[in-house]
T-cell receptor, first 113, second 117 residues
Framework: TQLLEQSPQFLSIQEGENLTVYCNSS?????LQWYRQEPGEGPVLLVT?????EVKKLKRLTFQFGDARKDSSLHITAAQTGDTGLYLC?????????????FGKGTKLSVKP | ETGVTQTPRHLVMGMTNKKSLKCEQH?????MYWYKQSAKKPLELMFV???????ENNSVPSRFSPECPNSSHLFLHLHTLQPEDSALYLC????????????????FGPGTRLTVT
């Protein structure tokens, strides 16, 4: 069974601090996606990483896919209160069939003013 | 309307009721999904429809019955649910990747918060 473990499960920081959250698996994924979900809403796609070692930046967010395509990290620089939410990673199993995303349980981030 | 919409946003139902959840996508996608999101559990995929045909059913109890009349609409019919079925039900859509590759970037609706009493 392919599992995605996300850590930490909860994170509470002050505005302006930096943070990193992790998404780890013992399995290889053909791609990995990061979503942010705010209370009462559905997840919103932030980025997809495909190539081992790939780094993508989205303003203050930096996403990295591990060389072996088994893990990923999300680093936020100078966090803002608007970054508060549940961060989910999802790995694509590949194999060509639909619905091949495996989701982690998420990291719940709270950024305090 | 843009993106993926879901109605109702909140639903409270008794165990003997019958209700339906509705999802509509305005993105021109050809695949749609139902997920269940419970506290302390990862998102659980329930059903997948690709080109209006059900392609996956992850051992979901028969009290949940999906329907996909066309590529833009998806329903989840609910009948004699249990309290443990209380959760956020999320609909998503994606564009089916070409054979042999592609990524399944899914676009989610806001969800229906279901409470079974």
């Amino acid at each position: 069974t392919q599992l995605l473990e996300q850590s930490p499960q909860f994170l509470s920081i002050q505005e302006g601090e930096n943070l990193t959250v992790y998404c780890n698996s013992s399995s290889v994924f053909s791609s990995l996606q990061w979503y942010r979900q705010e209370p009462g809403e559905g997840p919103v796609l932030l980025v997809t990483v495909v190539t081992g070692g790939e780094v993508k930046k989205l303003k203050r967010l930096t996403f990295q896919f591990g060389d072996a395509r088994k893990d990923s990290s999300l680093h936020i620089t100078a966090a803002q209160t608007g970054d508060t939410g549940l961060y989910l990673c999802a790995g694509e199993r590949g194999g060509g069939s639909q619905g091949n995303l495996i989701f982690g349980k998420g990291t719940k981030l709270s950024v305090k003013p | 309307e843009t993106g993926v919409t879901q109605t109702p946003r909140h639903l409270v139902m008794g165990m003997t009721n019958k209700k339906s959840l509705k999802c509509e996508q305005h993105l021109g996608h050809n695949a749609m999904y139902w997920y269940k999101q419970s506290a302390k559990k990862p998102l659980e995929l329930m059903f997948v429809y690709s080109l209006e045909e059900r392609v996956e059913n992850n051992s979901v109890p028969s009290r949940f019955s999906p329907e996909c009349p066309n590529s833009s609409h998806l329903f989840l019919h609910l009948h004699t649910l249990q309290p443990e079925d209380s959760a956020l039900y999320l609909c998503a859509s994606s564009q089916e990747a070409p054979a042999g590759g592609g990524t399944y970037e899914q676009y989610f609706g806001p969800g229906t918060r279901l409470t079974v009493t």
